[in-house]
């Protein structure tokens, strides 16, 4: 099978030349001074600009310039336009599968950009997924210490053998799979979600949520203040927390596992650039300086040979930690999200 990613195939004009603006695939296209990644910025761009981007620089030549935030509507009205400044874009949570759908991507030409060291979840046609996270639970070590934590969302819901404050992102996602979960169902029957199900065991666990927390930051500052004993959270705050010696951990069990995604603007004069750049970013070691100071993996199943051993118990997707969660199903809340969100502010609102 023939990968024609982001090269265009040779097409004849009636009078029987090639049109300019087409590239076949086995002619390198003259480089550019730049290319142009969107990102979230802050800490993420300066750990990419000492890895992806130094390397790519290093190897082609041509120099990367970073920009954010990352915005679903600016990429949009780019591709709409037919003018993209963007070569690639990260794209936030269910982003991805919505901007697949509209035909916003270009696709990933695998003859290129490498992923057969990849989880077959992680090789979508349009999406490279640069990096995992799991929504986990988060506990203080100093009241559940010598692994007497919950373990799962079951344990979470059992407030009389774990008693303590306890804090839930306010949000349907995640915490309508972790309810179902909580109510005894296997992690690979999740979806469909049965909201009825849902809703019903989130009513037992109401009463205990002294916080619903709203920000990234919250639940890891709430443990920190001990304001809870337990939260969800995303893996990569407790993991910064647990390095500095904080009394706070994480369990994975029951954990929901996302990506963090990439693609390239559909249109993008530079797509044959940012094929390259996305094959840096599939590098192991490359991945691992990422890893290694955020806590959100590579996918790339060598990456957590590059990173230290004392770190893989505190990975989501750590053999002994992944088989233990399950992935969000983006496809379901892409349909269902709405729905959901409508009910949940309902339930939110009820006293």
């Known amino acids: 099978m023939s990968h024609l990613v982001g090269r265009r195939p040779l097409l004849l004009l009636s009078g029987g030349l090639l049109s300019p603006a087409i590239v076949s695939a086995q002619t390198t296209p003259p480089k550019p001074d730049r290319i ?3 990102a979230s910025g802050g800490a993420m ?8 981007f130094a390397a790519f620089e290093r190897e082609f030549g041509i120099r990367v310039v970073d920009t954010s935030p990352v915005d679903f509507g600016k990429l949009r009205a780019m591709v709409e336009s037919g003018n993209p400044e963007w070569t690639c874009t990260e794209i936030g949570g269910q982003d991805a599968v919505r901007a697949k759908q509209l035909n916003l991507l270009e696709p990933i030409d695998n003859a290129v950009v490498d992923r057969s060291d990849y989880p077959e979840v992680a090789r979508d046609s349009h999406i490279l997924t640069a990096s995992a996270y799991s929504t986990a639970l988060g506990y203080r070590t100093d009241v559940f210490p010598n692994n007497s934590q ?5 344990d979470f819901w059992d407030v009389r053998r774990f008693p303590g404050p306890r804090s839930l992102r306010n949000h349907p996602t995640d ?5 179902l979960l909580a109510d005894g169902v296997p992690l690979d029957q999740i979806y469909p979600i049965d909201m009825d199900r849902a809703f019903r065991s989130l009513d037992r666990i109401r009463p205990h949520i002294t916080v619903w927390w709203s920000t990234g930051a919250q639940p890891a500052q709430l443990l920190v203040d001990r304001e809870v004993v337990l939260a969800s959270g995303w893996n990569g705050r407790f993991y910064e927390l647990t390095r500095r010696g ?19 603007p559909r ?6 650039w940012g094929q390259r750049f996305f094959s840096v970013m599939t590098r192991p070691e490359l991945q691992a300086v990422y890893t290694t100071e955020m806590g959100y993996p590579g996918l790339n199943r060598r990456t957590m040979d590059h990173v230290p051993a004392e770190l893989h118990p505190l990975m ?18 892409t349909e269902n999200a709405a729905a959901a969100q409508e009910r949940w502010n309902r339930w939110m609102l009820r006293r």
Request: charged share 15%; with cysteine; aromatic share 18%.
């Open 316 to 333: 989501c997707t750590a053999p002994g930690n992944i088989e233990k969660q399950f992935w969000l199903n983006v496809e379901w809340w």
């Open 150 to 154: 919950p373990k799962g969302w079951a």
């Open 175 to 179: 915490n309508l799979e972790f309810a």
């Open 246 to 264: 904080a009394p706070v951990a994480t369990d994975f069990t029951g954990g929901s596992l996302k990506s963090g995604s990439f693609g390239m």
């Open 45 to 52: 761009n300066s750990i990419f600009r000492r890895s992806y």
């Open 267 to 272: 249109g993008t004069r530079q797509s044959y």
């Open 36 to 38: 142009v990644v969107n």
